[in-house]
């Protein structure tokens, strides 16, 4: 496996056909959403909840959050863009931030639970899972465009990337660590709390509503923390921390906040 990366230099585009062009990212992004979807879906059916209810939300959160990702995106890396305004458009190229995702997708969700009058936490809690399920797979469509890798290493594990696609100042290095790959790995490890998590919601049916989805926030956020270190990422600097670091602090302290409150206002109520 280890030799397997070492070795091989992937190229982004499944197949051609005419001016027709299939790209692993957009695939593997695709197959992921699917899985993911089916994930939710099924959940719903544990959960006696309306499925129609889901497949309309999916069109809104698909829109959602894809603008959220972009959006999010080109502002973090302005300087790629700011001469090239036509590529902001290219999606299938890359370029779609998980935080983006998040908000995006937060919002819409939101929005279209209380317009339904449906419980928020309760759908939060499904798509959580669904959309760490799709990040694992989605999340590896980056080793195949060769972008968000991280700094240069001489491990085993180590990937090549093409001279095109190495930042300036990192020419003379061939090997970096695959930091998409790690993240698929450890979003691999979070589905499978939030699933043990789920299973016991079933079977006590003590879980609150919405602590599954502050799981996977909380969960993520100290994950992209320590990924950030090795990423090469050019960002600004904000109290020596990267802004998707400063960020997903910020979101973990939220996240604790409302476990803190919930346990709480759960302590006082029992009294």
């Given at each position: 496996?280890?030799?397997?990366l070492?070795?091989?230099?992937?190229?982004?585009?499944?197949f051609?056909?005419?001016?027709?062009?299939?790209h692993?990212?957009?695939?593997?992004?695709?197959?992921?959403?699917l899985?993911?979807?089916?994930?939710?879906l099924?959940?719903?059916?544990?959960y006696k909840?309306?499925?129609?209810?889901?497949?309309?939300?999916?069109?809104?959160?698909v829109?959602?959050?894809?603008?959220?990702?972009?959006?999010?995106?080109v502002?973090?890396?302005?300087?790629?863009?700011?001469g090239?305004w036509?590529s902001?458009?290219?999606v299938?190229?890359g370029?779609?931030?998980?935080h983006?995702?998040m908000?995006?997708?937060?919002?819409?969700?939101?929005?279209?639970a209380?317009?339904?009058?449906?419980?928020?936490?309760l759908?939060?809690?499904?798509?959580?899972?669904?959309?760490?399920a799709?990040?694992?797979?989605?999340?590896?469509g980056?080793?195949?465009?060769?972008?968000?890798?991280?700094?240069?290493?001489?491990?085993?594990?180590?990937?090549p990337?093409d001279?095109?696609?190495?930042?300036?100042?990192?020419?003379e290095?061939?090997?970096?660590?695959?930091?998409?790959?790690?993240?698929?790995?450890?979003n691999?490890?979070i589905?499978?709390?939030?699933?043990?998590l789920?299973?016991w919601?079933?079977?006590?049916?003590?879980?609150?509503?919405?602590?599954?989805?502050?799981?996977?926030?909380?969960?993520?956020s100290?994950?992209?923390?320590?990924?950030?270190?090795?990423?090469?990422?050019?960002?600004?600097?904000v109290?020596?921390?990267r802004?998707?670091?400063l960020l997903?602090?910020?979101?973990?302290f939220?996240?604790?906040?409302?476990?803190?409150?919930?346990?709480i206002?759960?302590?006082?109520?029992?009294?």
């Amino acid at each position: 496996m280890f030799n397997f990366l070492h070795t091989y230099h992937p190229e982004p585009t499944v197949f051609s056909f005419g001016p027709l062009q299939v790209h692993w990212y957009g695939l593997l992004m695709v197959i992921g959403g699917l899985l993911g979807f089916a994930l939710i879906l099924k959940l719903a059916d544990h959960y006696k909840l309306n499925k129609k209810f889901f497949h309309n939300l999916l069109i809104y959160w698909v829109v959602g959050a894809v603008l959220g990702a972009r959006i999010y995106y080109v502002i973090y890396a302005w300087e790629l863009y700011r001469g090239d305004w036509g590529s902001v458009f290219h999606v299938w190229q890359g370029g779609l931030a998980i935080h983006g995702i998040m908000l995006g997708g937060f919002v819409t969700t939101y929005v279209y639970a209380k317009l339904k009058k449906r419980d928020f936490w309760l759908v939060a809690d499904l798509i959580a899972v669904g959309l760490v399920a799709a990040q694992v797979i989605g999340r590896v469509g980056n080793y195949f465009n060769q972008e968000i890798f991280g700094r240069p290493t001489d491990a085993a594990w180590g990937i090549p990337i093409d001279l095109v696609n190495r930042p300036v100042g990192f020419f003379e290095f061939e090997f970096f660590h695959p930091t998409f790959l790690y993240e698929s790995f450890g979003n691999l490890i979070i589905l499978g709390v939030l699933l043990g998590l789920t299973y016991w919601r079933f079977k006590r049916k003590t879980l609150q509503a919405g602590n599954i989805f502050l799981v996977y926030l909380l969960l993520y956020s100290v994950q992209r923390i320590i990924l950030e270190f090795y990423r090469l990422d050019f960002s600004p600097i904000v109290f020596g921390l990267r802004w998707a670091q400063l960020l997903s602090f910020v979101v973990v302290f939220v996240c604790l906040s409302v476990f803190v409150y919930r346990g709480i206002r759960g302590f006082l109520r029992r009294k």
